[in-house]
């Protein structure tokens, strides 16, 4: 799980701009957490999955994200434990967050991949 930095900061920000009561702020950081995972997917979604190779990924960048933070972008979704990690959400139906569970599940799956092929 990512954790902001300063969300008071945020908070002192959000209070200028809104009238919220204290009481809020779980609730506001909540929905602003919820639709930041959307608009991430979405880029994923629009600007990444559609396209087999990177030469095609980086024409179709979208224009409000720097063009070296999607390069970097890119690098992380090719990495093999996020490739991993969206693996075992497609089949568990759910994201899996923790690199320690991504590990055990390649282990594993290594471990019969082994086996099957020295039989």
């Given at each position: 799980m990512y954790h902001v930095i300063d969300k008071d900061?945020?908070?002192n920000y959000i209070k200028t701009k809104y009238i919220i009561a204290e009481e809020g702020k779980n609730y506001v950081f909540s929905r602003i957490g919820i639709l930041?995972?959307?608009y991430k997917c979405s880029v994923k979604a629009y600007h990444y999955s559609v396209f087999d190779n990177d030469v095609d990924r980086l024409n179709?960048?979208?224009d409000?994200?720097?063009e070296k933070h999607f390069m970097d972008l890119i690098e992380y979704w090719n990495l093999d434990v996020v490739?991993?990690?969206l693996l075992c959400s497609v089949f568990l139906g759910e994201y899996v967050p923790s690199l320690v569970y991504v590990y055990t599940i390649m282990y594993v799956?290594?471990?019969h991949l082994f086996v099957l092929c020295s039989n």
């Open positions: 900061k945020i908070w930041w995972r959307k179709h960048a979208p409000i994200i720097p490739q991993v990690c799956l290594s471990f």
